[in-house]
């Protein structure tokens, strides 16, 4: 489980730390990534309702809840100034603490099949904070962090009702079963 939580971070952070700034602002860049903003966290919610999976759906608002709470109190607690004066209450990265809360839910929840692309997306947001010059590195790296923590302190792999593992025995038999209901 460990290993789950670091990778993610650890090639975050190697993206970041070897970006270089970029000079003049990207608005398609800055545009993509606020969209995903909103997209991500609406693409796990909207699934795990989609697939009645409210304990799911649950362990989403309360990941969302938590992350929302650390971000906004580290912003306001650290204060700190975002790169080339454009503003403060830098640290760490909302955009990319909500990405990358929606993104750990949906890989823990659901799986790498499902996490690897949301991951993915989560990590371009970060970037495309870095490039609109709103964020430096480790900016995206604390929100990415804050993210992933928040959502795997309530997430559990999702267990389908429908499927049921049987074992029965009689004499000097065995039988063990997988059962799917359709």
Known sequence: MKNRILLPLFLLTVCL???TRVAAQNKTVQSAGDVILFSLPAAALTGSLIAKDYNGTWQF???ALLN??????LKYGLNKERPFGNGDRAF???HTSTTFQSAAF?????GWKYGIPAYALAGFTGYSRINAQKHDGWDVLAGAAVG???A???TTPYQREH???TFASWEDNYLLGFAYKF
């Open 17 to 19: 730390l070897n970006t």
């Open 61 to 63: 608002t309360k990941g």
């Open 68 to 73: 929302q709470a650390v971000t906004i109190g």
């Open 92 to 94: 760490p990265s909302g």
């Open 106 to 110: 949906i890989q823990k929840r659901y």
């Open 148 to 150: 992933i923590g928040s």
């Open 152 to 154: 795997y302190l309530f």
């Open 163 to 165: 499927m049921e593992l």
